[in-house]
């Protein structure tokens, strides 16, 4: 099992940054993919990025590329999303999750069913 505990989140205005924390414990090496996403009334809950253990993969949604990067800190077991030129429609409940059995293909990275521990969530707010 892997305990996430996310951070960060906070009401930017639009076209501001904000850089959210997820601190992983417990079994943090059987992590195959580290994982965001958010979660919206209005979208449901969607994949934003994700990253492989070694942080040779990433992969982002189409609704974030060039905005929003994934990275990780295998010292200190963090896993950060960079969020630049935020839009109101970034708003939303942001995820951590962990998966610990198996490699995905493409882009199954993104799809929430694929993961099996998850943070408590850290909500961002961006006006307009």
């Known amino acids: 099992q892997v305990q996430l505990t996310e951070s960060g989140g906070g009401s930017v205005q639009a076209g501001g940054s904000l850089r959210l924390s997820c601190a992983a414990s417990?079994?943090?090496?059987?992590?195959?993919?580290m994982g965001w996403f958010r979660q919206s009334p209005e979208k449901g809950r969607e994949g934003v990025a994700a990253i492989s253990r070694g942080g040779g993969f990433r992969i982002y949604a189409d609704s974030v590329k060039g905005r929003f990067t994934i990275s990780q800190d295998k010292a200190t077991n963090t896993v950060y999303l960079e969020m630049n030129s935020l839009a109101p429609e970034d708003s939303a409940m942001y995820y951590c999750a962990a998966r610990t059995t198996g490699w995905l293909v493409n882009p199954l990275q993104l799809q929430e069913r694929k993961y099996g521990n998850w943070g408590q969530g850290t909500q961002v707010t961006v006006s307009s």
């Open positions: 417990g079994d943090t090496d059987s992590s195959n993919y």
